[in-house]
């Protein structure tokens, strides 16, 4: 199974936001700084509290959202040359190649960890924080569900 592709700068920024919201300790701190934001908003609302603690939950609140949703991604997308090339990946049954104009890479199938499906990317994940993304755009619905299977059957039970 094998297809080729280049990255689009929209579709990579909304994997990497993916990304960021799988990580566990990313949902606990957006949930803690969620319920901090509501609390002292209810609080200020009932004229509990001052004003400062509400303002600084706010602005917690949207520096957090801002620097996942827009800086992260953004800032990861801008140092990583892997998304300014063009590639053409097979998948076979005892690894994965990738390869570009400048060469080429096997990859073992127990060399990953994970995988997971965003819209518009299969994330294979090495470790929790070293993955690459399969765009899916060039593949059809057979080939996606052929796709699913392999990496299923592959990876997907460890």
Same mark, same amino acid.
């Given at each position: 199974?094998?297809?080729? +592709?280049?990255?689009?700068?929209?579709?990579?920024?909304?994997?990497?936001?993916?990304?960021?919201?799988?990580?566990?300790?990313?949902?606990?701190?957006?949930?803690?700084?969620?319920?901090?934001?509501?609390?002292?908003?209810?609080?200020?609302?009932?004229?509990?509290?001052?004003?400062?603690?509400?303002?600084?939950?706010? +602005?917690?609140?949207?520096?957090?959202?801002?620097?996942?949703?827009?800086?992260?991604?953004?800032?990861?997308?801008?140092?990583?040359?892997?998304?300014? %090339?063009?590639?053409?990946? %097979?998948?076979?049954?005892?690894?994965?190649?990738?390869?570009?104009?400048?060469?080429?890479?096997?990859?073992?199938?127990?060399?990953?960890?994970?995988?997971?499906?965003?819209?518009?990317?299969?994330?294979?994940?090495?470790?929790?924080?070293?993955?690459?993304?399969?765009?899916?755009?060039?593949?059809? %619905?057979?080939?996606?569900?052929?796709?699913?299977?392999?990496?299923?059957?592959?990876?997907? %039970?460890?």
């Amino acid at each position: 199974m094998q297809v080729s +592709f280049s990255y689009d700068k929209k579709k990579v920024i909304q994997a990497l936001r993916y990304h960021f919201v799988q990580k566990p300790e990313i949902r606990v701190l957006m949930v803690l700084v969620n319920v901090f934001a509501i609390a002292a908003a209810v609080l200020f609302y009932m004229k509990k509290i001052r004003p400062e603690p509400f303002l600084l939950g706010s +602005f917690i609140w949207i520096m957090l959202m801002a620097s996942f949703w827009y800086f992260l991604p953004n800032n990861i997308y801008r140092k990583a040359a892997t998304f300014q %090339d063009s590639f053409i990946i %097979d998948f076979n049954e005892s690894a994965i190649r990738l390869e570009n104009e400048r060469g080429y890479v096997d990859w073992d199938w127990n060399k990953f960890s994970r995988f997971f499906e965003s819209p518009h990317f299969f994330h294979l994940y090495f470790d929790s924080k070293s993955f690459f993304l399969v765009p899916k755009e060039n593949m059809g %619905d057979e080939f996606r569900h052929d796709l699913r299977g392999l990496l299923r059957k592959k990876i997907g %039970d460890r």
